[in-house]
């Protein structure tokens, strides 16, 4: 399919995707939409940036009007799942824009950190789409403010960030919830084992499509990476976003606390910027968002859940002050760039203790990464650093040493070192808002004190120097 008229789509749409200036599907898109049409059930795997709200909201809204139902009170006929509430902020507007000439048409957001009572009034007359976060859907479902039995559509989407933020119980509650009869459309980036197992668990005869093998890294992403001391790592952020021609620049780091601290950094040295995560409110994020959107703002700092799913485009720099220790973050974070056709530069920083995460990465996106080299140390002390993460393989990097497979599903490096599974968390481990990682629960487990590495490290690691990593690889 090149066009949006060989999917036979009602008139309201096929105008309001004109207005959108939308001409050729993505291939997502080309992919999902005859089938979702059909009615079938669908696994998309695909990343944010990718069109696929559009993949499931255009069959969704042809539905809609096809099929007109004035619908229950309290009810909804399409229910909308996402992690967050960014997304579900954008999915929503997505659903109106793409719904902006059909009439009626209530689309309603049902999301944590904001008062409740206004979701309450919105469903009261019941809407035919509800997009909401776990959490605050079934706080509405408790107290009976929304009923879950005249879902026609349900969609699950990021349902790999689902499972990571803690929410497949939630997932399950509301799925014994929602009729059995019903069509799912079931979007996800990747599609670990946990998240196969709930797919078929939810899906009836899916058809499954794909639109960039699970780990391929965007090709316009023009990548390298910074080896540096962590010491560092503040100055080497000054210096290039004075050096560097940006516009929009998007700042990783791994925790809340990683996020604000660089926010004082960069103010300290005259840079302004603001940092985006769980513990800010509602209205700071959405101030955030929108003065970045805008350009008023050009450095976001970010922690990965934060900034999952975050719709900006024009964003020309992404930059992992922190390396991921989920390789396939980093797939995600570099795809914040080079949408939409245009060029992206991701830089990634990377310390002694993050050697063994950058090795990970290049062998899941099966290249390597040009590389600068800007440590200080002796290419033998880097070796003995490098040497403690490597000793903590089995733990650190989620491998399994006799199939060499990754343990998604049951991720120790995701939380920190294997305290817990991050999606059944410790009872009262964390006081930080559902969905977070909290700065303890991401301890980098690979810290090991340097006396341990010790002398005899050499000796358990022969090492052949890389002149281009700067480390010694064993
Ligand atoms: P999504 O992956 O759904 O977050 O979409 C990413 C971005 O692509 C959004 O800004 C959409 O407005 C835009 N988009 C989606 N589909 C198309 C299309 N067929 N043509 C042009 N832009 C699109």
């Not at 229950?72 to 992690?83: A, F, T």
């Not at 992206?344 to 063994?356: K, L, N, P, Q, R």
Request: charged share 25%; net charge positive; glycine share 6%.
């Amino acid at each position: 399919m090149t066009s949006f008229n060989d999917f036979g789509l009602v008139e309201p749409i096929s105008r309001a995707l004109r207005d959108e200036k939308y001409e050729t599907p993505t291939p997502i898109q080309a992919q999902t939409l005859p089938l979702a049409l059909s009615g079938r059930d669908v696994i998309g795997i695909a990343q944010t940036g990718t069109g696929k709200t559009a993949a499931f909201a255009l069959p969704i809204l042809h539905h809609i009007v096809r099929k007109r139902l004035r619908p229950e009170r309290k009810s909804c006929r399409v229910l909308v799942l996402s992690p967050t509430r960014e997304l579900s902020g954008q999915i929503s507007d997505s659903f109106m824009t793409y719904g902006r000439y059909i009439r009626p048409l209530a689309v309603t957001l049902a999301i944590g950190g904001v008062p409740i009572n206004r979701q309450i009034r919105a469903m009261a007359h019941g809407v035919e789409v509800l997009v909401a976060t776990p959490g605050r859907l079934l706080d509405l479902v408790s107290t009976h403010a929304v009923r879950l039995d005249n879902v026609e559509v349900l969609v699950l989407d990021e349902a790999d960030r689902m499972l990571d933020m803690g929410f497949i119980h939630d997932i399950r509650k509301v799925v014994a919830m929602v009729p059995k009869e019903r069509q799912t459309l079931f979007f996800s980036a990747t599609m670990p084992h946990e998240i196969t197992k709930l797919a078929d668990a939810m899906l009836r005869d899916p058809a499954k499509v794909s639109v960039t093998p699970q780990a391929t890294t965007a090709e316009r992403v023009n990548q390298r990476v910074i080896l540096t001391e962590k010491s560092a790592k503040n100055a080497l952020l000054a210096e290039l976003l004075k050096s560097e021609k940006s516009d929009r620049v998007l700042v990783f780091t791994r925790t809340k606390h990683g996020a604000d601290k660089v926010v004082r950094v960069l103010e300290k040295s005259g840079l302004k910027a603001e940092a985006i995560h769980s513990n800010k409110s509602q209205n700071n994020r959405e101030r955030t968002l929108k003065a970045f959107r805008d350009g008023s703002l050009r450095t976001l700092v970010a922690t990965d859940i934060a900034a999952r799913g975050i719709d900006v485009d024009g964003v020309s720099h992404v930059i992992n002050f922190d390396l991921p220790n989920i390789p396939e973050s980093y797939v995600h974070r570099i795809g914040r760039t080079a949408r939409a056709g245009a060029e992206g530069v991701a830089i990634s920083f990377c310390d002694h203790e993050e050697a063994a995460y950058l090795r990970d990465i290049e062998k899941l996106i099966r290249m390597s990464l040009p590389a600068e080299n800007r440590r200080t140390g002796s290419p033998q002390e880097a070796h003995v650093h490098h040497a403690a993460p490597h000793q903590h393989k089995k733990h650190g990097n989620g491998r399994n040493h006799r199939n060499g497979k990754r343990h998604r599903g049951h991720s120790e490096a995701r939380n920190g070192g294997g305290r817990r599974p991050q999606h059944a968390p410790a009872k009262g481990a964390s006081t930080a808002p559902r969905g977070e990682p909290t700065a303890m629960q991401n301890v980098t487990f690979m810290r090991e004190p340097r006396r341990q590495a010790g002398h005899r490290a050499p000796r358990c690691f022969p090492a052949q120097w890389d002149p281009k990593l700067g480390i010694h690889v064993t």
